[in-house]
């Protein structure tokens, strides 16, 4: 019996990135791209309408920000996993990002490598942060962190 596709929301104000992040995902068949949003206020109800498995949620968005997108989504849909996908490298706010309930960080120069071993960490429960920022990986927090 075929398994359901993960069904992926993406949220990111700049359009050439989404169309970027919707060609890696085409080439996987257990994804299913279910809506784009372009700022953080959209997001939190399309999530609340769409109930998607993951969210690929940029920090930097209009209107609301990727991080309260977060917290608010966090509450109408919690079963829902969220990866930030962003060019954010500060320790406190990969913090602040993870601190509401999402399950990676994953920088955008790092997408072409690292995307899908994100998404296929999370979706198996385990917590993703790029290879770009291991520093932030402290010792009270358990990371898949890919290496070079």
Not at 45 to 59: C, E, F, G, T, Y
Not at 71 to 91: G, Y
Not at 131 to 142: N, W
Request: hydrophobic residues 45%; glycine residues 6%.
């Amino acid at each position: 019996m075929p398994v359901a596709p993960v069904r992926v929301l993406l949220v990111d104000d700049f359009a050439p990135w989404r169309h970027y992040v919707r060609s890696m995902l085409r080439g996987h068949v257990e994804v299913q791209l279910i809506g784009e949003e372009a700022d953080g206020l959209e997001a939190v109800q399309k999530a609340s309408d769409l109930k998607p498995d993951l969210i690929l949620l940029d920090i930097a968005l209009p209107k609301l920000d990727g991080i309260a997108a977060a917290k608010q989504t966090r509450q109408t849909v919690p079963d829902t996993k969220i990866v930030f996908l962003t060019m954010n490298r500060d320790p406190d706010v990969v913090h602040a990002a993870l601190d509401p309930g999402a399950k990676g960080y994953l920088l955008k120069a790092e997408a072409g490598r690292e995307l899908w071993l994100a998404i296929k960490a999370v979706l198996q429960g385990k917590q993703f942060v790029s290879s770009g920022l291991i520093d932030c990986a402290t010792s009270s927090r358990s990371f898949e962190v890919v290496s070079n």
